[in-house]
């Protein structure tokens, strides 16, 4: 196989919409082909490497990683570079019949790994399987809710997590969450949900639309200060952002004076821009508002060798703004039509062109798993090594910031 890979990601949602985690793969560009051992085991070094910290440990907090895995594997360095209780190994059911195989698992259970079961019928799966499994996979027939809800409440018994895929609406999503699965939701997540609770812009969007324009004429620090004193939620939150440990400041920011001496208004600009999606109140699952920091920060980074740190911080935004469309029930014209944003900003937004939108598009086509994703690396001249360690940054980046 060829040596140029580039990770993908899947969302894991639990039935409250929470993101609990993300399976990551290889996407080369041979499709329908079984990853072999040393594939398998450079992408686990890859991935080890990333959210370790001899300090800190996992950086991921308690999210899950899921990996495809294959026996052979449990010689391999990748493995052993994992944090075992974060990680789990999906290993397809015909491995379980081989006793070489199955004594491989015990192991990897016994090391604290959780092992996820593909391609299992459940009605059909030996007992003594469920000691060794953690997590199985499900798919969901909306159209017997009935027996599969027995089935999966006689599996709960064994506190094996089930896990649904291919889950294609949000009303299969919501069968599962009833039912108690979590769920692999593909590109899902990017579609709004229906009958939104609010569309448009709130009070304290409004504001922070306010503020960016502000700051877009270089109005007066007093002036910015006078806004936001008129919500203190907003103050608040302004504050907690950055000074959390996504944004890495060696010294604590009292005021927004002190943001701005400090900063200046160019990232302040920026903030605002990760405020007004997360001041959304139209009921959209987490995940998307996720989606956005990650892509947000993923083309930033992709940017940040090639252009000035402003330049970087327009592609924060441009991240941000491209599902902010979805995160407020807005038509992307009528969102635009709010503020007024840079040009390349906004073609990046409109058409993914301009000097913005090739990052942008790299960015998005590695959370949809898009067979673009070596195309546009290539024209943008950028390795995939250094594609895959700025797309599990930013996922680091992202969890620091939703801890805020």
Not at 99 to 105: G, K, N, R, Y
Not at 208 to 214: A, S, V
């Amino acid at each position: 196989m060829t040596d140029v890979n580039f990770i993908v990601r899947e969302p894991l949602l639990d039935p409250t919409q929470r993101v609990i985690g993300f399976q990551l793969s290889w996407q080369s560009g041979v499709k329908n082909v079984e990853v072999d051992i040393s594939t398998l085991s450079s992408l686990m070094s890859f991935v080890a490497s990333e959210f370790h910290d001899e300090e800190k440990g996992f950086l991921l907090g308690d999210s899950l990683i899921f990996l495809e895995a294959v026996p052979g594997l449990l010689k391999a360095d990748g493995l052993r570079q994992l944090y075992a209780k974060n990680t789990v190994l999906i290993f397809s059911k015909r491995y379980f019949g081989d006793p070489e195989s199955l004594e491989v698992i015990k192991e990897l259970r016994e090391q604290g790994f959780g092992i996820c079961l593909r391609n299992a019928d459940i009605t059909a799966l030996e007992r003594s399987f469920f000691s060794l499994i953690t997590h199985m996979e499900v798919q969901l027939d909306a159209s017997n809710l009935a027996s599969q809800a027995k089935m999966y409440a006689a599996l709960k018994q064994s506190n094996v997590q089930m896990v649904a895929r291919n889950v294609g609406s949000w009303q299969d999503f919501d069968a599962c969450a009833a039912l108690g699965l979590s769920s692999f939701v593909g590109k899902l997540h990017l579609t709004p949900r229906p009958n939104l609770t609010q569309k448009g812009l709130n009070t304290t969007q409004t504001t922070i639309l306010q503020l960016m324009e502000m700051i877009r004429k270089n109005a007066d620090i007093q002036q910015l200060e006078t806004v936001v004193k008129r919500d203190a939620a907003l103050a608040y939150k302004l504050l907690r952002y950055i000074n959390s440990a996504g944004f890495g400041l060696r010294t604590e920011v009292q005021s927004l004076k002190h943001a701005v001496t400090i900063l200046g208004y160019s990232p302040l600009y920026r903030w605002l821009t990760l405020l007004l999606a997360t001041a959304s109140t139209n009921g959209n699952s987490p995940v998307l508002l996720e989606t956005a920091i990650i892509r947000g920060r993923f083309a930033e980074l992709l940017g940040q060798p090639f252009m000035s740190k402003t330049e970087a911080e327009n592609l924060f935004v441009a991240g941000m703004f491209s599902l902010l469309d979805r995160l407020l029930g807005l038509p992307m014209e009528e969102v635009l039509s709010t503020i007024q944003l840079p040009e390349p900003v906004v073609e990046a937004l409109v058409s993914r062109s301009g000097v913005y939108g090739p990052y942008l598009a790299l960015a998005e086509a590695c959370e949809l798993n898009s067979m673009l994703v070596q195309s546009l690396a290539e024209t943008l001249k950028i390795a995939h090594d250094d594609v895959n360690k700025a797309h599990l940054s930013s996922l680091v980046w992202a969890k620091n910031i939703a801890s805020a």
